[in-house]
T-cell receptor
Framework: EDKVVQSPLSLVVHEGDTVTLNCSYE??????LLWYKQEKKAPTFLFML????IEKKSGRLSSILDKKELFSILNITATQTGDSAIYLC?????????FGTGTRLTIIP | SQTIHQWPATLVQPVGSPLSLECTVE??????LYWYRQAAGRGLQLLFY??????ISSEVPQNLSASRPQDRQFILSSKKLLLSDSGFYLC???????????????FGSGTQLSVL
């Protein structure tokens, strides 16, 4: 059975801090790992990672994948209150995506 | 461009009543379709996925069922709702592999179901 574990489950930091969110996985026939941000309803796509060691970057957010150790991290630098959300990690094997339980990030002004 | 519609946005149903949530995709053909459930404060649990008309794969044994009567229509149903069926239900689609967009999943706006 495919498995995705995210840590921490929740995180509260002050605006301006840097945070690192973790995602480890066990999946058959790995194809890709995706990060999503969920603020209210539908999750919105952040990154898709398929190769080890290649950092994906978008503004203050960045992510990297380690296929040997089976994990990924999502970094957010200079956090803002708008970064408050649940961050979901998902891994694809075969035809489906398996999601982790998410990390609830709260940014205090 | 492709869009996904999911309705209703919120639903309050008594225990034992039937359920039907509908999801349709526009602007694409032969999509992979998915139903996820998210309990409060939890991640997304895959309930069903479909790679074609009439093809349904179930991930967890439960009180729910899914059907795909048309290529771009995916329906989540129950004959008798339980209290434990309460949650946030998300429909999602993804192109068949090789049609672009990588493996990115596109989500509908979700249905908040409360069973009382």
């Amino acid at each position: 059975e495919d498995k995705v574990v995210q840590s921490p489950l929740s995180l509260v930091v002050h605006e301006g801090d840097t945070v690192t969110l973790n995602c480890s996985y066990e999946v058959t026939n790995f194809r890709s790992l995706l990060w999503y941000k969920q603020e209210k309803k539908a999750p919105t796509f952040l990154f898709m990672l398929t190769s080890s060691g290649i950092e994906k970057k978008s503004g203050r957010l960045s992510s990297i994948l380690d296929k040997k150790e089976l994990f990924s991290i999502l970094n957010i630098t200079a956090t803002q209150t708008g970064d408050s959300a649940i961050y979901l990690c998902a891994v694809e094997g075969n035809e489906k995506l398996t999601f982790g339980t998410g990390t609830r990030l709260t940014i205090i002004p | 461009s492709q869009t996904i519609h999911q309705w209703p946005a919120t639903l309050v149903q008594p225990v034992g009543s039937p359920l039907s949530l509908e999801c349709t995709v526009e602007g694409t053909s032969n999509p992979n379709l998915y139903w996820y459930r998210q309990a409060a404060g939890r991640g997304l649990q895959l309930l069903f996925y479909s790679v074609g008309i009439g093809q349904i794969s179930s991930e967890v044994p439960q009180n729910l069922s899914a059907s795909r009567p048309q290529d771009r229509q995916f329906i989540l149903s129950s004959k008798k709702l339980l209290l434990s069926d309460s949650g946030f239900y998300l429909c999602a689609w993804r192109p068949l592999r090789g049609r672009g967009h990588g493996e990115k999943l596109f989500f509908g706006s979700g249905t908040q179901l409360s069973v009382l």
